[in-house]
């Protein structure tokens, strides 16, 4: 089977010779951080992670991202954790982009290779290891979990996409699909992390303009995307987050496909006490 590529951080340093241009800006309604953003002059450690360091590309806060967080995680041989999580009330989807991992996930061992999915429903017993040779990374989407009355939390599971074939949009000809992890109807779950392919010169058709908060990681190719006002062209490695109802529409650009990791709040109402 053919390898898919899936975009990591370039790390490093730029050159003192490199020109200080670049595509980052941050909105009212969205924020693009350019791959060549994430270096290692923005790293940060987590406590309880060992040989390990993330890149924080979302976070609650006021005019940002409310609903999630979104790290990349890179772990050196040897390196993880058996403390990940502090807070007892999030979940978490863990999904692999370079190299290998160990899940453990109440007792049991999952190795996830590139493409490798985790759901993490809120109060999961699980840890995270590389027990490779070479560094692995690793996209870490955490949410406080909204519970309802009458409503059981999901189950944990672990995936690949690769085992899962992209659902084709209506009217599409598959040219735009979405690969889905849960089924959108169970409304035990509150938040959808998929993953969106456009083949080389597919459109969203029109700004779609809706209730869910967005993050965008793009795994693979190129787009232009409108964001609010504004097209704005992005690459594998780039992120995009959307603020609620920000609009949103793109083309995608050639020769490969336009791939995204896509984040967004599900299956709630909305909240009346903020």
Sequence with gaps: ???????????GLPPQSALLTGRAVFTEAYAVIPAGTLRDIVVT????????????LARPMT?????????????APGGGSDRP???????????????????TLEGARHALAPGGYAYLPPGA????????????????????????EGIAAPEAFVTNE??????????????WATTR??????TRHDMHVNIVTLQPGAVIPFLETHVMEHGLYVLQGKGVYRLNRDWVEVEAGD?????????????????????????????????LDL
């Design 1 to 11: 089977m053919t390898e898919r590529p899936y975009a990591t951080p370039p790390a």
């Design 45 to 56: 450690a987590l406590p309880h992670w060992q040989k390990a360091r993330f890149w924080v």
């Design 63 to 75: 005019g940002f991202a409310e609903t999630f967080s979104h790290y990349i995680g890179e772990l």
């Design 85 to 103: 999580e502090p807070n007892p009330a999030a979940e978490a989807v863990l999904f692999v982009t370079g190299g290998a991992l160990v899940l």
């Design 125 to 148: 017993d699980w840890t995270l290891e590389n027990t490779a040779d070479a560094p692995a990374t690793f996209h870490w989407i955490r949410k406080r979990y909204v519970a309802v």
């Design 162 to 175: 690769r085992d899962i074939a992209p659902e084709p949009m209506p009217a599409t000809e598959g040219r």
């Design 181 to 186: 992890f849960v089924d959108p109807t169970d």
């Design 239 to 271: 992120y995009m987050w959307l603020r609620a109802f920000c609009p949103q529409a793109c083309y995608a650009g050639g020769p490969e496909p336009f791939r995204y990791l896509l984040y967004k709040d599900m299956n709630r109402h909305a909240a």
